[in-house]
């Protein structure tokens, strides 16, 4: 894909993600998400986050929170929900579907990693059976590499990340198998909700019950 096909998806991700988050009532932006400790609104306000965040304001959160990008994010997403209302937070998703951000060193690629990973949070998080275009999810499969599943601290010893629905698999051992974007979630570090995964191994990457 060329960059600017990239961005095109980025920006079709993008308006998805704000047509789904439109359907949503107040409920709804305060149920959890698969970010632990994070509910539909701290997601929303994280994945928004460098639409507003300037230079100066980023280098000043870092500072604070001693150069834990993780601390930082984390506090700020937790500030924005509380500070911004849903609606805003909406607008705010809206008015940048073609914001040109890309995460340092991760590209347009890292862009719709980012927002693919995030709608999944919320979207698997509200129980909703939405399940993404190939074109969506393939650039971000291809995208992971052994150093980012092992950042997420994802155990796959003995394990092959297997897709049902996507010619792709991850690793080796035995199969792990599911939806191409559950698989990517288990290596993304999320527990999924108990019946998305089959294998032997399903239970290490499920919740319980």
Known sequence: MTEADVRAVVAEQRRYLT????????????????CEGWRVREVVAHITMPYRLSLPGFVLGMIKARGDFNRMSDRSAR???????SSQLLTCLHD????????????????LSHDVIHGLDITVGLGRDDVLPEHR?????ES??????????VDLTGVQLRADDLDWTFGTGTPLTG???????????????AGHLHGPAADRFSAVG
């Open 19 to 34: 047509e789904v988050l439109g359907g949503l009532d107040e409920e709804d932006w305060d149920s959890p998400t698969l």
């Open 79 to 85: 500030a924005d929900a509380a500070e911004l209302t």
């Open 144 to 153: 992971v590499r052994p150093k980012q599943v092992k950042y997420f601290g």
């Open 96 to 111: 940048n579907v073609n914001h040109p951000w890309k995460p340092p060193g991760g590209g347009f690629v890292g862009a």
């Open 179 to 193: 939806r191409a974007q559950d698989l990517l979630l288990v290596l993304s570090g999320r527990t999924l909700p």
């Open 137 to 141: 999810l393939r650039p971000v499969l």
